[in-house]
């Protein structure tokens, strides 16, 4: 992954902590405003739109805006966004930050499927590789519809639609239709064949209170070490109607990508990368000997001839936010979600485990004839979600007193199977083609969640200067996992393993309290605080995944369901914000936020292999056990210097000590990780943005250090500390023929060409983990018109 970090500026109607953006948010996200508006400082001069807004919240809430998204890299993603915030680790290896495969985000501790995600309040599940209950951001809406993305770092909003959010929520907001009839068109090209366009129509007001958008979106790229390609096409529509009464949205999205994946190297290792021979059949062909497998010297470090990530999405809501007076409001949203996807990896029939796979079905064929003549097989894992839910919110206002009342539904049935298909020598399939007719079903499962969220909770503006809050919600997970087709057990790891034929196991947690106060010290200083519990729901997926349906028996399935717990945690934090203009020569403000926070993370889960030389590809099976708690403390301090001259300078500097707990068994064998460092977590991270803005002028560099991340439970093995720059400025034409504004914008990412490790996956193995590597500097221009 490039990292990029630009020009961090709190807007200027910020002033006073107003806890408001430039463009005021939806009502949904108003719910924590205070009753009385404080008195505006001046704006920060040459402020600009770029925006990192200090959201006025009894717990530490950061937002970037939609300028600044842009300039990061026009049609970045909204999670990479969120990489200029302390605390915040995101890797992956597109400099857009879209592919999902190998992409890894750390917040305080906490991996992606430990936290919360919506977009417009729609959960989109715990972004999961492998989806079960939802869908990544940028699936949901291309990045230049994206009004702002916010960060809860250690506790979300008690209405959060998830039931995964333990170290914090990460909500997307999408922008309104414009109130002004045009539109905009973005085309952007760059190394390794990048291109990637945008166009999107407002139809301004009509009707009398009505404005809607549509745009579209179409992007390729090629991967930078080997040739598949990355992109898609996506589809946005949105439609806003306001009255005097109600607020009625309506939003669709449709996504249709093929993603090729970068394939990770098993460390230690010489190997930097491992390119997939595509679309050189005849090099791959050559590459195996007679029975299909890969040299010996290559061990898990082989080559595929594919690899690829199949996505297509429909989503969509409609929202109606009723206002029966100035004191009472009742929202309510119902969406739909379908997703049909696969995964699919052209890979030797003789590697790693994987003949082992294919005789156990043909034990008596000559496999290689049998799959294509290749010595390759396409290996799916093929997967489908039908999801509805309704999220009602009911806001009474009463003298000092803010009430809200809440709650959300979802009902989702999902697939997950493992097929083996042939791959012919003759006429080979497209990787940007699903393969039908399988020679082998390995196994699947099917599930079927039912979730019920309610939440009270009472806002009490006890003076001007002090709010405090209270409330509790329930959250209640009811999963029923059935097994359709289960696994022959001669294909299995290890031997004597099954795939469990399932049930109902239940995440149950009736009291999940939280507790804050926010309280104004002065004009420009603020103190927050904030004690919340959270739980964990059981993710819905099979065999060789940490879940109690991914346990290979049956018998361990059922002792799971009597004696398993989700994870929970609870999470203490306390900041100041502030925001001082200054008369200190060319100094003329700063403002920023400084934060501690206090984890203890319960019952955690961890995937104990029982074959860990197997890889992921194969399926391997593991153990799921609850292997004790993790301890975090960590601060978290961020500012901006502004300057005169249109200067400005940004640092977001973050500490984090996640340790776990306690030791475990693997087999007979105790693991010592008690006291360990958590994999992947850094101890130090640093970002810094210089910047200068002058009207239709801006420059930037940036720089992000991440420090040294252990990459086993023992922290026997570590990634070196390292140190990312980039650069990005533009310039805007005004009153150009035809068009209304021009711009045009250059992209540097990695400056320095800096080879490291991004994502790293941990195993149980000692001295042994997997990572992929950090892509090359690349070069992007990115040219668009406004009508």
Same mark, same amino acid.
């Given at each position: 992954?490039?990292?990029?970090?630009?020009?961090?500026?709190?807007?200027?109607?910020?002033?006073?902590?107003?806890?408001?953006?430039?463009?005021?948010?939806?009502?949904?996200?108003?719910?924590?405003?205070?009753?009385a508006?404080?008195?505006?400082l001046?704006?920060?001069?040459?402020?600009?739109?770029?925006?990192v807004?200090?959201?006025?919240?009894?717990?530490?809430?950061?937002?970037?805006?939609?300028?600044?998204?842009?300039?990061?890299?026009?049609?970045?993603?909204?999670?990479? &966004?969120?990489?200029?915030?302390?605390?915040?680790?995101?890797?992956?290896?597109?400099?857009?930050?879209?592919?999902?495969?190998?992409?890894?985000?750390?917040?305080h501790?906490?991996?992606q499927?430990?936290?919360?995600f919506?977009?417009?309040?729609?959960p989109?599940?715990?972004?999961?590789?492998n989806?079960?209950?939802?869908?990544?951001?940028?699936?949901?809406?291309?990045?230049?519809?994206?009004?702002?993305?916010?960060?809860?770092?250690?506790a979300?909003?008690?209405?959060?639609?998830?039931?995964?959010?333990?170290?914090?929520?990460i909500q997307t907001? *999408?922008?309104?239709? *414009?109130?002004?009839?045009?539109?905009?068109?973005?085309?952007?090209?760059?190394?390794?064949? &990048?291109?990637?366009?945008?166009?999107?129509?407002?139809?301004?007001t009509?009707?009398?209170?009505?404005?809607?958008?549509?745009?579209?979106?179409?992007? $390729?790229a090629?991967?930078?070490?080997?040739?598949?390609?990355?992109? #898609?096409?996506?589809?946005?529509?949105?439609?806003?109607?306001?009255?005097?009464?109600?607020?009625?949205?309506?939003?669709?999205?449709?996504?249709?990508?093929?993603?090729?994946?970068?394939?990770?190297?098993?460390?230690?290792? %010489?190997?930097?990368?491992?390119?997939?021979?595509?679309?050189?059949?005849?090099?791959?062909?050559?590459?195996?000997?007679?029975? #299909?497998?890969?040299?010996?010297?290559?061990?898990?470090?082989?080559? $595929?001839?594919?690899?690829?990530?199949?996505?297509?999405?429909?989503?969509?809501?409609?929202?109606?936010?009723h206002r029966? !007076?100035?004191?009472?409001?009742?929202?309510?949203?119902?969406?739909?979600?379908?997703?049909?996807?696969?995964?699919?990896?052209?890979?030797?029939?003789?590697? !790693?485990?994987?003949s082992?796979?294919?005789? @156990?079905?043909?034990?008596?064929? $000559?496999?290689?004839?049998?799959?294509g003549?290749?010595?390759?097989?396409?290996?799916?894992?093929?997967?489908?979600?039908?999801?509805?839910?309704v999220i009602s919110?009911?806001?009474?206002?009463?003298?000092?007193?803010?009430?809200?009342?809440?709650?959300?539904?979802?009902? %989702?049935? %999902?697939t997950?199977?493992?097929?083996?298909?042939?791959?012919?020598?003759?006429?080979?399939?497209?990787?940007?083609?699903?393969?039908?007719?399988?020679?082998?079903?390995?196994?699947?499962?099917d599930f079927?969640?039912?979730?019920?969220?309610?939440?009270i909770q009472?806002?009490?503006h006890?003076?001007?200067?002090l709010?405090?809050?209270?409330?509790?919600? *329930?959250? +209640?997970?009811?999963?029923?996992?059935?097994?359709?087709?289960?696994?022959?057990?001669?294909?299995?790891?290890?031997?004597?393993?099954?795939?469990?034929?399932?049930?109902?196991?239940d995440?149950?947690?009736?009291?999940?309290?939280g507790? #804050?106060?926010?309280?104004?010290?002065?004009?420009?200083?603020?103190?927050?605080?904030?004690?919340?519990?959270?739980?964990?729901?059981?993710?819905?997926?099979?065999?060789?995944?940490? =879940?109690?349906?991914?346990?290979?028996?049956?018998?361990?399935?059922?002792?799971?369901?009597?004696?398993?717990?989700?994870?929970?945690?609870?999470?203490?934090? @306390?900041?100041?914000?502030?925001?001082?203009?200054?008369?200190?020569?060319?100094?003329?403000?700063?403002?920023?936020?400084? *934060?501690?926070?206090?984890?203890?993370?319960?019952?955690?889960?961890?995937?104990?292999?029982?074959?860990?030389?197997?890889?992921?590809?194969?399926?391997?099976?593991?153990? +799921?056990?609850?292997?004790?708690?993790?301890?975090?403390?960590?601060? $978290?301090?961020?500012?901006?210097?502004?300057?005169?001259?249109?200067?400005?300078?940004?640092? @977001?500097v973050s500490?984090?000590?996640s340790?776990?707990?306690?030791?475990?068994?693997?087999?007979?064998?105790?693991?010592?990780?008690?006291?360990?460092?958590?994999? &992947?977590?850094?101890?130090?991270?640093?970002?810094?943005?210089?910047?200068?803005?002058?009207?239709? +002028?801006?420059?930037?560099? =940036?720089?992000?250090?991440?420090?040294?991340?252990?990459?086993t439970?023992?922290?026997? +093995?570590?990634?070196?500390?390292?140190?990312?720059?980039?650069?990005?400025?533009?310039?805007?034409?005004?009153?150009?023929?035809?068009l209304?504004?021009?711009?045009?914008?250059?992209?540097v990412?990695?400056?320095? %060409?800096?080879?490291?490790? !991004?994502?790293?996956?941990?195993t149980?193995?000692?001295?042994?983990?997997?990572?992929?590597?950090? @892509?090359?500097?690349?070069?992007?221009?990115?040219?668009?018109?406004?009508?």
């Amino acid at each position: 992954m490039r990292h990029h970090y630009h020009f961090l500026l709190f807007c200027s109607a910020l002033s006073g902590f107003s806890g408001m953006a430039c463009a005021a948010p939806p009502a949904a996200a108003q719910a924590d405003a205070p009753v009385a508006k404080k008195a505006a400082l001046p704006p920060a001069p040459h402020a600009g739109e770029d925006v990192v807004v200090t959201e006025r919240r009894t717990r530490s809430e950061l937002s970037v805006g939609s300028a600044l998204i842009q300039k990061i890299l026009p049609g970045t993603s909204p999670i990479q &966004a969120l990489e200029v915030l302390p605390g915040v680790i995101y890797t992956t290896a597109d400099p857009w930050g879209s592919t999902e495969q190998n992409a890894a985000l750390y917040i305080h501790g906490f991996a992606q499927s430990q936290l919360g995600f919506t977009m417009d309040g729609i959960p989109l599940g715990d972004q999961t590789y492998n989806n079960y209950n939802g869908l990544s951001p940028q699936r949901m809406i291309s990045s230049e519809n994206v009004a702002r993305v916010s960060l809860s770092a250690g506790a979300g909003d008690l209405g959060t639609a998830s039931t995964s959010n333990l170290g914090g929520t990460i909500q997307t907001v *999408s922008s309104d239709p *414009s109130t002004t009839r045009g539109g905009r068109v973005s085309q952007s090209f760059g190394s390794y064949a &990048a291109f990637r366009t945008f166009g999107r129509f407002d139809t301004g007001t009509f009707g009398g209170n009505n404005r809607a958008y549509i745009s579209f979106l179409r992007q $390729d790229a090629r991967a930078w070490d080997y040739h598949e390609h990355q992109g #898609g096409q996506q589809v946005n529509v949105k439609f806003l109607h306001d009255g005097r009464k109600d607020r009625i949205t309506f939003y669709f999205s449709w996504m249709d990508k093929a993603e090729g994946n970068e394939d990770a190297v098993v460390l230690p290792s %010489n190997v930097y990368t491992r390119p997939s021979f595509y679309p050189e059949l005849g090099q791959a062909m050559a590459y195996l000997d007679k029975t #299909g497998a890969p040299p010996k010297a290559a061990g898990l470090n082989f080559r $595929d001839y594919a690899s690829t990530a199949l996505r297509q999405d429909f989503i969509g809501y409609v929202r109606d936010e009723h206002r029966f !007076s100035d004191a009472l409001t009742w929202t309510t949203t119902a969406y739909g979600h379908r997703d049909a996807s696969a995964g699919v990896v052209t890979t030797p029939i003789g590697a !790693s485990g994987i003949s082992k796979i294919l005789t @156990a079905y043909y034990p008596d064929s $000559d496999i290689r004839s049998l799959f294509g003549g290749s010595g390759f097989t396409n290996r799916t894992t093929e997967y489908s979600i039908s999801r509805e839910g309704v999220i009602s919110n009911l806001n009474y206002r009463l003298g000092q007193h803010e009430f809200e009342v809440g709650g959300w539904y979802e009902r %989702n049935v %999902n697939t997950f199977e493992r097929r083996w298909y042939p791959f012919s020598a003759t006429s080979p399939l497209s990787p940007y083609d699903r393969p039908t007719d399988p020679l082998i079903n390995q196994f699947g499962n099917d599930f079927h969640t039912n979730t019920f969220q309610t939440h009270i909770q009472d806002r009490w503006h006890v003076t001007r200067d002090l709010t405090l809050q209270a409330g509790f919600k *329930s959250s +209640l997970q009811y999963t029923n996992g059935r097994l359709t087709v289960p696994g022959l057990p001669a294909s299995l790891s290890p031997a004597g393993s099954t795939t469990a034929a399932g049930g109902q196991i239940d995440a149950v947690d009736a009291f999940l309290p939280g507790f #804050g106060a926010t309280w104004r010290l002065s004009a420009h200083d603020q103190f927050f605080a904030n004690i919340q519990k959270n739980m964990r729901g059981y993710q819905a997926l099979g065999y060789g995944y940490a =879940t109690p349906w991914g346990i290979p028996s049956q018998a361990g399935f059922e002792n799971f369901r009597q004696t398993g717990k989700p994870e929970t945690s609870w999470t203490y934090e @306390a900041g100041w914000r502030f925001n001082h203009p200054l008369a200190a020569g060319p100094l003329v403000g700063i403002d920023g936020q400084l *934060s501690y926070y206090h984890v203890d993370f319960s019952n955690r889960l961890l995937t104990v292999s029982s074959s860990p030389q197997i890889t992921s590809l194969t399926g391997a099976a593991s153990l +799921l056990e609850n292997v004790g708690g993790v301890t975090t403390n960590g601060a $978290d301090a961020e500012f901006t210097l502004h300057f005169t001259h249109h200067l400005s300078l940004y640092d @977001a500097v973050s500490y984090n000590k996640s340790t776990y707990d306690n030791n475990y068994l693997s087999g007979t064998a105790v693991v010592a990780t008690a006291g360990k460092n958590v994999v &992947a977590v850094p101890d130090w991270m640093n970002k810094f943005i210089f910047a200068y803005t002058d009207h239709n +002028l801006f420059a930037q560099i =940036t720089g992000d250090y991440i420090g040294r991340r252990y990459a086993t439970y023992l922290n026997d +093995l570590s990634v070196s500390p390292m140190v990312l720059f980039g650069f990005n400025g533009g310039y805007t034409f005004h009153h150009l023929p035809v068009l209304r504004e021009g711009s045009i914008q250059f992209n540097v990412t990695n400056l320095t %060409n800096t080879r490291n490790w !991004s994502t790293i996956l941990a195993t149980n193995a000692s001295k042994q983990f997997t990572a992929y590597p950090v @892509a090359p500097r690349q070069f992007f221009v990115t040219l668009t018109g406004r009508f």
